[in-house]
């Protein structure tokens, strides 16, 4: 197998075995962003595909996040550090229901490493302890995560009540279950501030960065 394949079935199996030795050698090639977008991220495709279709069960699947967190892990010392002041404060979560963080923790690194101050929540975060939280820290931006269809609707609601609470900073929403379409349509007019919606988490820093500029 090529180094590539090797690394998407570190993925796909959740097994650990080499799995160092085989990323100390794509960093050879690679930078840790490209590996975790491509190979590694290729295996969580895969990963997907076969839970849909009933050919892997919670246990593997829970085995495979592993080895993806300890991947990210391992190559986020290599990533690049931007040389410049705290740019602002953001506050993340999964919401309500859903347990899923691995995007968000991927969120949570890059935006570190680019300078934000970032208070992470966890999972399944109920709007009540985002509202709390946003007293609390007076974040410039609050960044929402979910991956689950009940996520999306979930967010329109956190949505709701942060308006109820008379907050309007800015919120950025990513995950799998959700769209532009959705975040504009659905999301945005149930808030009174700006609803951006991040592809990915790069487009996330790209999207902190405009709002702080
Ligand atoms: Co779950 N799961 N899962 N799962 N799981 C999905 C999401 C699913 C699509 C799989 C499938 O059936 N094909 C499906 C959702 C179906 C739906 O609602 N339409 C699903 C399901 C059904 C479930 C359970 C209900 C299964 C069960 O119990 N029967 C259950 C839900 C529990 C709950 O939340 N209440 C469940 C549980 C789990 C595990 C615990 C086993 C595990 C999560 C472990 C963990 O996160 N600690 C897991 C996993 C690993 C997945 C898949 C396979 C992979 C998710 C992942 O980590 N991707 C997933 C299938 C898939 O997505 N292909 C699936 C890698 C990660 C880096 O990508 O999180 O998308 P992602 O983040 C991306 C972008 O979305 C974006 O940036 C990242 C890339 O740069 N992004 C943001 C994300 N958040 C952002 C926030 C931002 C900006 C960008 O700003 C704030």
């Given at each position: 197998l090529s180094l590539e394949e090797r690394l998407a079935n570190y993925i796909i199996e959740g097994s650990k075995d080499g799995l160092h030795e085989d990323l100390a050698q794509a960093l050879e090639?690679?930078?840790?962003?490209?590996?975790?977008?491509?190979?590694?991220?290729?295996?969580?495709?895969?990963?997907?595909?076969?839970?849909?279709?009933?050919?892997?069960?919670?246990?593997?699947?829970?085995?495979?996040?592993?080895?993806m967190k300890a991947?990210?892990?391992?190559?986020?010392?290599?990533?690049?550090q931007a040389e410049t002041s705290v740019k602002g404060k953001i506050i993340l979560a999964t919401v309500k229901?859903?347990?899923?963080?691995?995007?968000?923790?991927l969120v949570e690194i890059i935006l570190?490493?680019?300078?934000y101050q970032v208070v992470n929540l966890g999972?399944?975060?109920?709007?009540?302890?985002?509202?709390?939280?946003?007293?609390?820290?007076?974040?410039?931006?609050?960044?929402?995560?979910?991956l689950l269809v009940k996520s999306a609707q979930q967010m329109v609601i956190t949505a709701q009540d942060m308006k109820t609470a008379g907050i309007d900073v800015p919120i950025m929403v990513g995950g799998?279950?959700?769209?532009r379409k959705f975040t504009k349509t659905r999301i945005g007019p149930e808030?009174?501030?700006?609803?951006?919606?991040?592809?990915?988490?790069?487009?996330g820093l790209d999207l902190a960065n405009q709002l702080m500029n």
């Open positions: 090639k690679y930078r840790p962003l490209q590996i975790i977008n491509g190979p590694l991220m290729e295996g969580m495709a895969e990963v997907g595909r076969l839970f849909n279709n009933n050919e892997l069960i919670v246990a593997e699947v829970l085995q495979s996040a592993e080895a991947s990210v892990a391992y190559l986020e010392p290599y990533m690049e229901g859903d347990v899923h963080d691995i995007g968000k923790n570190s490493n680019n300078g999972i399944k975060v109920p709007p009540e302890q985002l509202i709390e939280a946003y007293k609390r820290e007076k974040p410039d931006a609050i960044g929402l995560s979910g799998a279950a959700l769209t808030y009174d501030g700006l609803v951006l919606y991040a592809k990915d988490a790069m487009n």
